[in-house]
């Protein structure tokens, strides 16, 4: 069981620290892949154990009955701890007026070596955040198929862009400022307002951009004097 809880307890710091950092494991659905694994690897094997372990059984038998209970075990976690891998996100997205957030199984990964030196790998350790250029000519029939597919243009590393200037005046021109959004939305204004003060800023320098995930009632905070992305906020922008 000690064994069980250590390993849950890697996982855990690993999956909520590295591959899904705050606030991407609530938005990407991270706390509830979490829950999966750690349900399989500290509760599994040790009901199993209890099921089918008896004292009568010959030492042979129970040393086999074990062996096949850790060999269960490791292979549901090494599938879990993989699904909650390529569910991973890799990429903040600005596409037109909002942020998606891209997962590493939903990247064209043929497209890699064409994007940007220094994004051409999927990142490890939470999203990269970065502009997104818009196709042109022929390319806008196919990056319409692909969206029609389910590939937007934000999982395309063809079309990433460092975030730089151009991408912070596309933020600082599709965001909408925080301030008109706490006006009519009372009930949901201290969840709100302390998200801006994690940001460090007042409420009337921060502009708000909705961000597609997993769940999409979470916004993207921007600096409005600067265009840089500062925080997060639980609104619902659509």
Same mark, same amino acid.
């Given at each position: ?41 500290? #509760?599994?094997? @040790? ?18 009955? +074990?062996? #096949?209970?850790?060999? *269960? ?7 879990? &701890? $993989?699904?909650?891998? %390529?569910?991973? !996100?890799?990429? *903040?997205? *600005? ?8 997962? %590493? ?25 970065? =502009?997104? %250029? ?10 319409? +198929? +692909? /969206? ?8 395309? !590393?063809?079309?990433?862009? $460092? ?11 599709? /965001?909408?400022?925080? &301030?008109?959004?706490?006006? !009519? $939305?009372?009930? =949901? ?12 800023? @007042? @409420? ?6 909705? +961000? ?14 600067? /265009?840089?992305?500062? /925080? ?7």
């Amino acid at each position: 069981m000690i064994s069980c809880l250590l390993v849950a307890a890697t996982v855990a710091a690993v999956v909520l620290l590295v591959w899904y950092p705050w606030p991407y494991r609530i938005v990407s659905g991270g706390e509830n892949l979490l829950l999966l694994v750690m349900t399989v690897d500290v #509760i599994m094997g @040790p009901l199993i154990t209890l099921v089918i372990f008896d004292i009568r059984k010959p030492l042979r038998e129970l040393r086999r009955d +074990m062996a #096949i209970i850790v060999v *269960l075990q490791l292979a549901a976690l090494a599938y879990g &701890v $993989h699904t909650v891998y %390529a569910a991973r !996100p890799v990429v *903040l997205a *600005l596409e037109n007026d909002r942020f998606r957030v891209s997962i %590493a199984a939903g990247v064209a990964v043929v497209e890699l070596d064409k994007a940007p030196e220094g994004l051409r790998s999927l990142s490890l350790t939470g999203p990269r955040l970065v =502009g997104v %250029a818009q196709p042109e000519g022929d390319e806008r029939f196919d990056a319409v +198929m +692909m /969206g029609l597919a389910g590939v937007d243009l934000g999982a395309r !590393p063809k079309y990433w862009r $460092h975030w730089d200037a151009d991408a912070r005046r596309r933020a600082l021109a599709v /965001g909408k400022p925080l &301030v008109d959004w706490l006006k !009519p $939305h009372p009930t =949901g204004e201290q969840d709100v307002r302390q998200a801006a003060e994690r940001t460090g800023l @007042p @409420p009337e320098r921060l502009l708000y951009i909705p +961000m597609l995930a997993r769940r999409t009632d979470w916004s993207v905070l921007v600096d409005r004097t600067t /265009g840089d992305v500062v /925080g997060f906020a639980p609104i619902d922008g659509f």
